[in-house]
């Protein structure tokens, strides 16, 4: 069979010479914002430095030197001071970190795991599911989250775990609406009936056509709930419902170093302001990824 | 590039009841009524609709928007069940069909839609989407798939060179041609054209018009044609069907409907069209009202086939 | 301004700014709409013949700016008046008619708030002169109980009635001129008919339309003149029926045999090949140059400008003519002739064949 005659080189009908993916195409954008580059910069020397904890904290968090009780900054072998206990404020901080970011992350993993389910079995299934786990979903939604992880800690008592899964279950619920959402937008896109045409299943359609172009809101809710997730670990802490101590948590360090602020003002400003810091770097990279996924203007 | 020119039509009559030869036709719809529920209301888009597809034939399904004949393609190609009647596609009854012979069923009817860009998967390269059926029916491996694909794609017309990019790359003309390789990676029976070239350029829509003949005559396709455009059916269907509120009101064989249409719908659609070179313009036609009724179709030449009406 | 000045664009010049460089668009656009004629512009997507629209309303988006030339009507020249000034004209002296009338029509407010704003807005009448004449225009396009239905929002409409609706707010001020933007794309063709009648009636009242197309048949139904856009630039100017008789330029004469047509199953179907190009790699020259079969060295090295046109064009696009034979009514064929002498074309090969 003939083919249709070659088109001059000038009027090929395609945009650019260079195949680029989305994926490729978002990256390039993100690089392109210098804020959110350097935020991500900064909040990935934060995740190892969580990960190598052990290894750069001089001390271990719970212990203590009765020598050195309130120590100043830039004491001989405590570099930040140390608190009413004499524990290294440097290590606290790290090992603070650690436990911010491991709750913050678990919990949104964990969220995200259960959200994509229930979003994607209601979207894509409907009728009688979509209603069922959706009514779950709002019964959730209308729940205090504060209350749920008072219950929550009293019932399990003040470990990781149980943070985490007081911070999750208040965040998979927004998730799992959006999710849902979103497979009803794609869902009625053509090239899903395109699929079906050509003989694809439901199984395939929904993880090989549906949540891969539904992902890119995902990733910015998620991206903005992993800030808000580190700042609900420390108000936790700060209500006194974080994690037991002596594991240490930015919330309860801010809380112990409001009760010295005159004496050593800087039990209070150092975490509070690692705290800020860290908050407006994730913050900054869910921007980043925001704009980096909005194509609106350039795609067809 | 070829000229478009019309086929002498296929051999036989009738739209499709019981005096088709059963091994010419490609696809049965008997007495087809599909209903919609919706909170308005019951929405009754096709109501008893008979016809046949012939092998090798092409057939036009035309009408206004909310004719029905977007449902019909649908019922058509078994992605939608009918409420009542049936639909057989090569003597085999869809409504009977099991889920995964379902499946292999649909390679043998591919089909091609109206927003090329919509109907791509925009997160795979264009050689990805074309080789997705051949993946999705597990035909050959890797490599053997992508060297099919870009087969294809040259067979339509685009540049392998490009194989690589993303659909969001090429003009609209450019991804109609990569649905239209990816339509034809299963070597399917029937092709399922719904609005094809109407979100195109008039320059563009005639390309693509052209591909398609070439295609139809070099691989022996059967072809169901949707459009509004009349002049397009016209000059690519060998015969055609006239919808109108769900129902078939004319069939017949393309010049003969063209040349003499009967029903007064029919007659109202042909006055409104607007010519290019040809003189006098048109008088304004008198408005039919569109009616649902019950009233019969009614052979009133070889093949010809009109829906009586009240006025 | 009275109701009978005429729209003259000359040598319209529209850009887009993009982060690295300067888009052209619009490209020396020149023409004229006088009252109670319209105008075709047509042309593919891409061809700059909406934005060289709102560029006249400077409706452009943030990153389009008018880098040259005059749009004035009926002495004025749009692109020099003040952001306030052009709201003022825009509505009262230019109307707009859009594709799809379920985007340019507020769901949130009533037909009737939204065909008397204008009226009130610009201080034309008062409320109850208002009110009289929206009912009296939605009666003239044909939406039957306009006492009743302009109490209704737009999404209580059919399709067809809501386009009705969205000529009767251009219409109810009684504009100068009307710019219709594909304004039966989306319909269909039954009701297309009766609402380029319905635009006829306005025509016919003395506002001049500039009607935006790609449809041929509608160009030729409708309007008396027609500029063919390609790439940004007038590639020929011409009265309608001349110009779809005997084509001038390659491009136009493409777009002719591009076309399908009810009745005409000898006409050849010749597709032009290729696509039209993209605004950030214009072909140099004249911008059809790699999409033309009888494109020469030069056509790819010297600009085409409009130049004066009198040939019939069978030398250049053999079989055209022939084919399709000329029109056989002697009334239009008159009027073509009386008009024959203001055909231009930009292309130097149709001049020196013509």
């Not at chain 1, 000038?10 to 195949?19: L, P, Q, R, S, Y």
């Not at chain 3, 008062?126 to 239905?149: M, N």
Request: a neutral charge; charged letters at 20%.
């Amino acid at each position: 069979m003939a083919t249709i005659t070659e088109e001059p080189a000038a009027a090929t009908g395609v945009e650019a010479d260079k195949a680029r993916s989305h994926w490729a195409r978002a990256w390039a954008r993100f690089r392109a914002n210098k804020l959110a580059f350097a935020s991500l910069i900064f909040c990935a020397l934060l995740i190892v430095t969580a990960l190598a904890a052990p290894w750069i904290a001089p001390y271990h968090f719970s212990e203590t030197d009765p020598d050195a009780r309130l120590a100043p900054l830039l004491t001989d072998g405590h570099l930040l001071g140390t608190d009413l206990l004499g524990r290294d404020i440097f290590s606290r901080l790290i090992y603070g970190l650690r436990t911010a970011l491991f709750v913050a992350f678990g919990a949104e993993l964990a969220s995200l795991v259960v959200a994509i389910l229930i979003g994607l079995s209601a979207g894509y299934i409907g009728g009688r599911v979509d209603q069922g786990l959706m009514g779950i979903t709002d019964v959730m939604y209308a729940f205090p989250s504060y209350l749920f992880a008072i219950v929550l800690v009293t019932v399990m008592g003040r470990s990781l775990w149980a943070v985490m899964l007081a911070i999750g279950i208040s965040s998979w619920v927004t998730q799992a609406r959006l999710v849902r959402a979103q497979v009803l937008t794609v869902k009625e896109r053509e090239y899903v009936e395109a699929a079906r045409s050509m003989g694809a299943s439901g199984m395939t359609i929904s993880i090989r056509y549906i949540l891969p172009n539904a992902i890119g809101p995902l990733l910015v809710t998620t991206s903005f709930a992993i800030p808000a997730a580190i700042g609900a670990e420390a108000g936790l802490a700060l209500l006194g419902l974080g994690v037991q101590p002596p594991t240490p948590s930015w919330g309860s360090m801010i809380s112990e170093g409001t009760s010295y602020i005159l004496a050593a003002p800087h039990l209070l400003f150092l975490p509070a302001t690692l705290f800020a810091l860290t908050l407006l770097a994730f913050t900054w990279v869910g921007d980043g990824i925001r704009d980096a996924f909005d194509t609106s203007g350039e795609d067809r | 590039m070829a000229d478009v020119t019309v086929r002498p039509d296929g051999a036989g009559s009738g739209p499709g009841t019981d005096t088709e030869p059963v091994d010419g036709r490609l696809i049965g719809v008997d007495h087809v009524d599909k209903v919609f529920s919706t909170r308005a209301g019951d929405v009754h888009a096709v109501r008893d609709v008979s016809l046949s597809v012939r092998r090798g034939e092409t057939l036009g399904l035309v009408g206004e928007s909310g004719s029905g004949k977007s449902t019909m393609a649908r019922l058509m190609m078994g992605l939608m069940a009918p409420t009542d009647g049936t639909v057989t596609f090569d003597g085999v009854d869809l409504s009977t069909v099991r889920h995964g012979d379902m499946r292999r069923l649909r390679a043998q009817m591919q089909m091609v839609f109206q927003n090329p860009y919509g109907s791509l998967l925009p997160h795979y390269s264009v050689s990805a989407n074309v080789a997705e059926p051949l993946r999705l029916h597990k035909r050959g491996d890797k490599r053997s798939r992508r060297q099919r694909a870009i087969e294809l794609l040259t067979m339509v017309g685009v540049n392998p060179r490009f194989a690589d990019h993303y659909p969001r790359q090429f003009s609209g003309g450019q991804q109609q041609r990569v649905a239209i390789a990816r339509a034809l990676a299963l070597e399917p029976k029937l092709l399922m054209c719904d609005e094809p070239t109407s979100s195109l350029d008039v320059s563009i829509q005639a390309q693509v018009l052209a591909l398609l003949d070439e295609l139809r005559a070099g691989l022996g396709l059967t072809l169901v044609f949707i459009s509004h455009n009349l002049a397009v059916v016209e000059r690519f269907a060998d015969r055609v069907a006239v919808m109108c509120l769900g129902q078939v009101v004319e069939i017949a064989p393309t010049e003969i409907l063209f040349d003499s249409p009967r029903h007064p719908y029919t007659q109202q659609l042909l006055a409104a069209v607007l010519p290019v070179s040809k003189d006098p313009l048109p008088a304004p036609a008198t408005p039919w009202q569109p009616e649902a009724g019950d009233l019969p179709l009614r052979e009133v030449a070889p093949g010809h086939y009109v829906r009586d009406c009240t006025t | 301004m009275s109701s009978a000045s005429s729209l003259e664009v000359e040598d319209l010049r529209t850009e887009f700014v993009l982060r690295d460089r300067v888009l052209r668009v619009v490209d020396d656009v020149s023409f004229t709409v006088e009252p109670g004629q319209a105008l075709a512009i047509v042309g593919e997507s891409g061809s700059g013949k909406s934005v060289a629209m709102r560029s006249v309303m400077r409706l452009l988006p943030k990153t389009g700016r008018v880098a040259g030339g005059q749009a004035r009507l009926g002495g004025t020249d749009l692109l020099g008046l003040s952001e306030r000034q052009m709201r003022k004209v825009r509505g009262r002296d230019i109307g707009m008619v859009f594709q799809n009338a379920m985007e340019a029509l507020n769901p949130t407010l009533t037909l009737e708030r939204q065909l008397t704003e204008h009226l009130l807005w610009h201080g034309i009448c008062d409320r109850a002169e208002a009110k009289r004449r929206a009912v009296e225009t939605l009666g003239d396009v044909g939406i039957p109980e306009p006492e009743k239905r302009i109490r209704t929002y737009p999404f209580q409409l059919s399709g067809g009635m809501r386009q009705r609706a969205m000529i009767a707010m251009a219409m109810v001020t009684q504009p100068s001129v009307l710019i219709a933007d594909e304004p039966t794309t989306a319909v269909d063709v039954t009701v297309q008919r009766q609402l380029l009648d319905l635009l006829a009636r306005l025509k016919a009242r003395g506002t001049g339309v500039i009607m935006i197309t790609h449809d041929l048949g509608v160009a030729r139904y409708f309007c008396d003149d027609a500029i063919v856009m390609y790439a940004g630039r007038v590639v020929e100017h011409s009265p309608i029926r001349p110009l779809l008789a005997h084509p001038a330029h390659p491009y136009t004469s493409g777009l002719f045999s591009s076309t399908l047509e009810v009745g005409a199953r000898q006409r050849a179907l010749r597709p032009i090949p290729g696509s039209p190009p993209d605004l950030a790699h214009r072909p140099p020259g004249c911008a059809f140059h790699p999409r033309c079969d009888r494109a020469e060295e030069r056509c790819g090295q010297e600009d085409q400008p409009l130049l004066p046109w009198s040939g019939n064009g069978s030398d250049l696009v053999p079989g055209t003519v022939a084919e399709t034979g000329r029109p056989t009514d002697e009334r239009t064929d008159d009027r073509a002739d009386e008009r024959t002498g203001r055909r231009e074309v930009a292309c130097w090969k149709a001049v020196q064949h013509g």
